[in-house]
C-alpha cells in the first residue's frame, strides 16, 4: 500500500517536473539567449544607475544601448554587411 502511494506520488512528481515553467524560461528553450561579455567596470556603474532609475534589468539596458551604438554611421555599413551575410546563410538552408 505504501509503495503504491510512493509510486504514485513518484509519477506525480516527475510529471510535475517535465511540465513545469520550462516553456516560460527563455534560457531553456533558447528563444532569446544570451552570452556573456565583459564590460568595463565604470561603465557598468552607469548601466546599473540607469537600470534602477528606469526600473528595467540590466540586460535590457544594455541591449538597447548596443542597438543605439549598432545604428550609428560609424557602423551602417558593418551591420548591413552582417545583415546581408545572415539572409545569404538562412536563404541557402531553405
Given at each position: 500500500m505504501?509503495?503504491?502511494?510512493?509510486?504514485?506520488?513518484?509519477k506525480g512528481a516527475d510529471h510535475a517536473l517535465?511540465?513545469?515553467?520550462?516553456?516560460k524560461n527563455p534560457y531553456k528553450i533558447n528563444r532569446?539567449?544570451?552570452?556573456?561579455?565583459?564590460?568595463?567596470?565604470?561603465?557598468?556603474?552607469e548601466v546599473r544607475f540607469i537600470a534602477t532609475v528606469t526600473h528595467e534589468k540590466i540586460i535590457n539596458?544594455?541591449?538597447d544601448l548596443i542597438q543605439i551604438g549598432l545604428e550609428d554611421p560609424k557602423y551602417k555599413d558593418l551591420v548591413s554587411l552582417y545583415?546581408?551575410?545572415q539572409n545569404a546563410l538562412e536563404n541557402s538552408k531553405k
Open positions: 505504501a509503495e503504491d502511494f510512493l509510486s504514485d506520488a513518484a517535465k511540465n513545469n515553467d520550462d516553456a532569446n539567449g544570451s552570452e556573456t561579455a565583459q564590460i568595463r567596470t565604470d561603465t557598468l556603474g539596458v544594455l541591449d545583415q546581408k551575410t
